[in-house]
């Protein structure tokens, strides 16, 4: 009986071309996470999910649609391969050969408008950050820039670490800086090696990190000469070496499915591509760096050979070693180990694993101090604002400059959160009866709410600015992501969104011109100040409307039956008092 070839799928409503393969059954509890596959001259990283690795093939055409399928299958069947045969050690030869993909795909920005202005959108606000240090004296030069570091690692975290440690040799420990490379380029490194046919052991990780590293900046230098009409080094690919086949293990090593070691980074992996989807992204980029921390602590070990002694020396460890706080790991990184895990023992999770190890450890904490308030004092409050007032809205970036002049002056008269604020699009901002209100539908509960305008802001102007933007996004330049077209199966939980990138940036400006302390949160501080105001004796706003304005849940079950109309929210706007400057 001859066997069936695969071949493209036609999607029945919109006519599209798919491809759709079913997982091996000897691969059925080790293929998860994500795979790159050839598209159109493109890498496109695709889900492993429900037992299949499904993409769009992006045409309609037939003989188009089986040359592409014919590229993907090739690229997938020596992906089986690879996890078939198991980890391999790399030499440097071939490391530096798969990180031809950073330097290429850092080049080819240039083709992509939206890139190209989220570039040189940062090369602006680095250029205005030392045009203003260019007017300090020498003795404010030093905390002007002690703060912007701090800012930028505050903000951007593990990726910004990963890149100045290249430039600034000492920055960080050791530890750190190899978390901050697995968080920065650990994605990329798997989906080039998987475009390859090859998996790499740990012992070769470092080593491929550090080099997709290189390439990046060495790609970003390149791209800054194309900005400035230089494109010399756009061949410069052609010279990297060709990378050369993994040699093959021997047939011992051709392990199955139960002989797989399940360290704690496969085991994120894993549940990551369980998860895709149904958790928010953040959640699965913060839990990433904490499962890879367990992974390198442990050298690999198999989760389902650890126990709570094992966990408990890695907690320890992240506080001695890594100058964590104890409240910070049990908090932060004891939460992710246990959900992961947890979920992972469940039939949800396959019950990969019979035991949480990290069940019921937890650290002492000392006594907390807490250095101030959580909420903006009257000089910070008069001191951001009257920066928003000074902004005028222009330049390459228009958008993003409105962020600076609206979204502190939304939050302060709202108590929204700020990445809610930038994430408004144009057709948010709208009247309801006779009521102008912000209509949140990109809130981190999940729940849209809608607000009304405070009559201050209609006074101070804000919809002219929003009644001059014709579609898309108000606070931030580029295509909006929600208007493009993905194919199914393609979605890329590590990279950050506009909104957040945004909200990081505006974090960084506030900070700067206002001169905040380092205890001050510069965006969220605005949700405490908005509800202390609003409790205050002079204000008298009563809770429940309160907690409806800012989307915060109520304890009591029949409050829950309760939903306040916009009028009734309106009066309750109306109480709040105006901020005098």
Do not use: C
Not at 239 to 265: D, K, M, T, W, Y
Not at 429 to 443: A, C, P, S, Y
Not at 504 to 509: F, G, I, N, R
Not at 544 to 558: E, P, Y
Request: proline content about 5%; aromatic content about 8%.
């Amino acid at each position: 009986m001859a066997l069936r070839m695969a071949r493209p799928i036609k999607h029945p409503t919109s006519g599209m071309y798919l491809f759709k393969q079913r997982v091996p059954s000897d691969l059925a509890l080790t293929a998860r996470g994500r795979v790159a596959l050839p598209l159109d001259g493109k890498d496109v990283s695709v889900a492993i999910s429900a037992g299949y690795v499904q993409m769009s093939l992006r045409t309609k055409d037939a003989a188009i649609a089986a040359s592409r399928h014919v590229e993907a299958d090739a690229a997938l069947r020596r992906y089986w391969q690879a996890i078939r045969s198991g980890p391999r050690p790399l030499s440097h030869r071939q490391a530096v050969a798969v990180s031809a993909d950073a330097y290429r795909d850092r080049i080819g920005e240039i083709d992509d408008p939206a890139m190209i202005a989220d570039r040189q959108r940062s090369r602006a606000n680095l250029e205005a950050f030392f045009g203003e240090l260019d007017t300090m004296s020498q003795e404010d030069r030093i905390p002007a820039m002690a703060r912007w570091v701090e800012d930028l690692v505050k903000e951007q975290g593990l990726d910004f670490l990963a890149v100045m440690a290249a430039s600034v040799p000492g920055l960080i420990d050791p530890e750190q800086e190899a978390l901050a490379l697995e968080m920065r380029y650990g994605e990329r490194v798997d989906a080039a090696l998987a475009k390859r046919g090859a998996v790499s052991d740990s012992a070769s990780r470092p080593a491929l990190l550090r080099e997709f590293r290189r390439a990046e900046l060495s790609g970003a230098a390149a791209l800054r000469r194309m900005l400035d009409g230089d494109f010399s080094d756009e061949e410069k690919p052609k010279f990297f070496p060709a990378f050369e086949p993994v040699s093959q293990p021997p047939a011992a090593h051709a392990a199955g499915a139960s002989q797989e070691v399940l360290s704690a980074r496969r085991v994120y992996d894993l549940w990551a591509g369980k998860r895709l989807g149904k958790l928010a992204d953040d959640t699965l980029r913060r839990y990433k760096p904490t499962l890879y921390s367990l992974s390198a602590f442990s050298k690999d070990r198999d989760v389902r050979q650890m126990t709570d002694v094992d966990i408990h020396a890695w907690a320890k460890h992240r506080v001695a070693a890594e100058g964590v706080t104890a409240r910070t790991v049990n908090r932060n990184d004891l939460v992710a180990v246990n959900s992961v895990f947890n979920y992972m023992t469940s039939l949800n999770g396959d019950r990969l694993l019979q035991h949480n190890p990290a069940e019921g450890v937890k650290l002492d904490e000392d006594v907390r101090q807490e250095s101030r308030e959580n909420h903006f004092r009257q000089h910070e409050i008069k001191a951001i604002l009257t920066a928003s007032n000074r902004v005028r809205i222009g330049g390459k970036f228009p958008r993003a400059a409105a962020s600076r002049r609206w979204a502190p002056w939304i939050a302060a008269y709202s108590g929204a959160r700020i990445q809610e604020i930038v994430g408004l699009r144009r057709n948010e901002v709208r009247v309801e009866g006779n009521i102008w209100i912000f209509d949140f539908k990109r809130t981190k509960t999940y729940v849209p709410r809608r607000v009304p305008i405070h009559e201050h802001l209609l006074e101070l102007g804000l919809l002219d600015y929003v009644q001059s933007v014709t579609e898309g996004p108000l606070f931030f330049d580029g295509a909006d992501p929600e208007a493009l077209d993905k194919p199914d199966g393609e979605h890329d939980y590590a990279k950050k969104k506009p909104e957040e990138m945004r909200a990081s940036e505006l974090a960084t400006w506030v900070r700067h011109v206002a001169k905040l302390d380092k205890d001050v949160d510069p965006n969220h501080f605005w949700r405490h100040t908005f509800k202390t105001i609003a409790q205050s004796r002079r204000v008298r706003m009563e809770e429940r409307w309160r907690d409806a304005l800012t989307g915060h849940s109520v304890k009591s079950v029949g409050r829950k039956y309760e939903h306040p109309d916009i009028g009734d929210l309106a009066e309750a706007m109306a109480l709040y008092p105006r901020y005098e400057l």
